[in-house]
């Protein structure tokens, strides 16, 4: 907002204390006319908006103090005031019991200040106090008529244009299937007339959804780097205020300063907040996200002849999003991005291992197997945590060893102080770990064994059996029931050792067993009978006598493997306890040498 003069009346009676330096006659005068600055505005705007109540209040009713007439007097240069006498008959309406002066200032008063303040009241143009015109790409003053419309604006209120990308897919690992899709959104902002001519309905935008740390936002931004278009990244939480109306109001700002920027890529992160679905509670902040959440519809169905402008939002709770939103015709491509395959993984450790040294012994191919099941975000965490604990140690190479210490704290949690276990129990817990290794060898179903692990940093486990992740969420029986057994087996063994002397190390297994075994019986359909009502009183001590038969099934199977495995068992353990670590490929190779006929056990058709 600007104003073309400055005139200030102040009652002389009114301000105490302050010798004027010229009688009632006497006046400031100037040939210029001058603004009140933006800042002025501004601040006046955020006391108002201010989340202090009692600031806030205080501005309303007028009792903020500002600057005092003596303070204001200081900066007014005695050299720019001229002094003009004035008739009685210029000033009949003040009279002499209350004696006012006029000032009108003149704009050398302003010349501490940024010269860009000032309208050239010539052009109507912003520009120093020569004249001298200045960029105001943050300036978005729909009414100012002195910009040139035909300038893109690189910055609105609440909302920044990055216009020279640094990102292409090259800095992307990997998803070489998803940069084929997201290669055709390019192509459909550069060459949007192209599908037009074939009556092809271009879509206004697209949702990368999945888990946390695998290049979602990285994409979405090499997305507008390969297309070489402006680029707009907000959050979903942005729109979110207490005052009604202002994030409607951001939703328009933003759009608008996309349409004047392109073709342009509107970037939302965590798009869930912004596009939740609407519910029908009656809170007040609910209506309010539920009117910010209809203006965003209103945008995206709005834009229908503005070619360029392009939508991407990202999200892990993508089952939160209102149905509205994703329905054809406004977001109709929906893109889930999961964890690396591992050929994505070995792309990502090739990236982020450039610039870290290594020992020769440190292979990519390993690095790709035991980073099986992390996220990209993950697999560089490991990588770059490597390379400080070697730097820690002053080693200017990372080994395998580094690798291991860091997969463990990122697998186990890690604590400053071990458990202070007896030899005695750490006996129980080595033999306890052999047991799941033994029957998860023996498993032909279930997801092999990688290693064996104690690991008395840990606050969750002193120690733990790895296994591969699986690349598939559907099992067989037999695989299931393998899992089982393999859960069961760390007490078997530990019973098969010491008796009833036994610890309570296998807690969390038995949690584990019984929800698979309900699972298998209730759910998958695996029991006597496909579908059990839950809720009829005859079939709960059908279903109970199912669960326990299953378990004590599995029990069963993995006992006889225990007991004919305990020389080999207890072999292992010592290795364990005493290099803290062992493969299963030494486990395998132990087994071969010494123990061939564990290979050859039969236990299940």
């Not at 695998?214 to 907000?234: P, R």
Request: net charge negative.
């Amino acid at each position: 907002m600007y104003i073309s003069s400055l005139v200030i009346i102040y009652s002389v009676s009114s301000v105490a204390g302050f010798n004027l330096p010229f009688n009632r006659n006497h006046f400031l005068n100037s040939n210029k006319n001058y603004p009140f600055s933006r800042k002025y505005y501004e601040n006046y705007i955020k006391r108002l908006n201010s989340q202090n109540l009692t600031q806030q209040n205080e501005e309303i009713l007028g009792k903020t103090e500002h600057e005092s007439l003596d303070e204001f007097w200081k900066h007014l240069p005695t050299e720019n005031i001229q002094f003009i006498n004035e008739t009685n008959n210029d000033n009949e309406n003040i009279t002499q019991s209350k004696p006012r002066i006029r000032i009108l200032l003149n704009k050398n008063i302003f010349s501490p200040f940024d010269g860009s303040l000032f309208v050239n009241v010539n052009d109507g143009n912003r520009g120093d106090s020569q004249g001298n015109k200045n960029d105001w790409e943050d300036d978005d003053d729909e009414d100012y008529q002195g910009d040139d419309p035909r300038v893109k604006r690189r910055k609105s209120e609440n909302f920044h244009v990055i216009t020279k990308n640094p990102y292409s897919f090259k800095d992307v690992g990997g998803y070489d299937r998803i940069k084929t899709e997201l290669n055709q959104c390019i192509d459909m902002l550069k060459n949007h007339t192209k599908y037009q001519k074939y009556s092809v309905r271009v879509p206004k935008g697209l949702i990368l959804e999945g888990p946390p740390g695998n290049g979602k936002t990285l994409l979405a931004k090499a997305l507008a780097g390969e297309a070489n278009t402006s680029f707009i990244s907000v959050s979903g939480s942005e729109f979110q205020e207490k005052y009604v109306g202002v994030g409607s109001s951001r939703i328009r700002e933003l759009f608008k300063l996309a349409k004047k920027n392109a073709p342009c890529i509107i970037f939302i992160d965590e798009i869930d907040a912004l596009g939740r679905a609407r519910g029908n509670d009656g809170e007040s902040s609910s209506a309010e996200r539920d009117n910010t959440l209809n203006e965003l519809l209103v945008a995206l169905d709005g834009f229908k002849n503005s070619n360029g402008i392009f939508v991407v939002g990202a999200t892990n709770r993508a089952d939160l999003l209102d149905q509205a939103l994703l329905r054809p015709g406004r977001i109709d491509k929906r893109i889930y991005i999961g964890n690396p395959d591992e050929a994505t993984r070995k792309e990502i450790i090739e990236m982020y291992i450039k610039g870290k040294p290594t020992e020769e012994s440190v292979d990519i191919a390993t690095i790709v197997e035991i980073s099986s099941g992390f996220s990209g975000a993950q697999i560089e965490n490991l990588l770059n945590e490597a390379m400080l604990n070697a730097l820690r140690d002053d080693r200017t190479m990372f080994t395998n060893m580094d690798l291991d210490v860091v997969f463990n704290k990122m697998l186990a949690g890690w604590q400053p102080t071990e458990h202070a276990f007896t030899n005695d129990i750490i006996d129980h817990i080595a033999i306890h770990e052999l047991g799941h290794a033994v029957v998860g060898l023996i498993c032909k179903h279930h997801a092999r064994v990688t290693k064996v692990v104690i690991n008395l940093s840990s606050p969750r486990s002193p120690a733990y059996t790895i296994f591969e992740n699986a690349n598939s969420n559907i099992y067989t029986r037999e695989a299931l029931f393998e899992h089982l057994m393999i859960l069961l087996s760390g007490r078997i063994a530990e019973e098969a050792f010491y008796g009833v002397s036994v610890t309570t190390g296998a807690i969390n297994d038995f949690e584990e067993a019984l929800k698979l075994a309900e699972k298998m019986i209730l759910y998958y359909g695996l029991g006597e009978k496909i579908i059990y009502p839950k809720n009829s009183e005859k079939y709960k001590e059908m279903i109970d006598n199912e669960i326990t038969n299953l378990i004590q099934d599995a029990y069963g199977y993995a006992e006889f493997i225990v007991n004919q495995s305990k020389e080999f068992i207890f072999e292992g353990s010592e290795i364990l306890k005493e290099n803290k670590s062992i493969l299963a490929e030494d486990l395998i190779l132990l087994m071969k040498i010494n123990h061939p006929h564990i290979l050859h056990l039969k236990m299940m058709n």
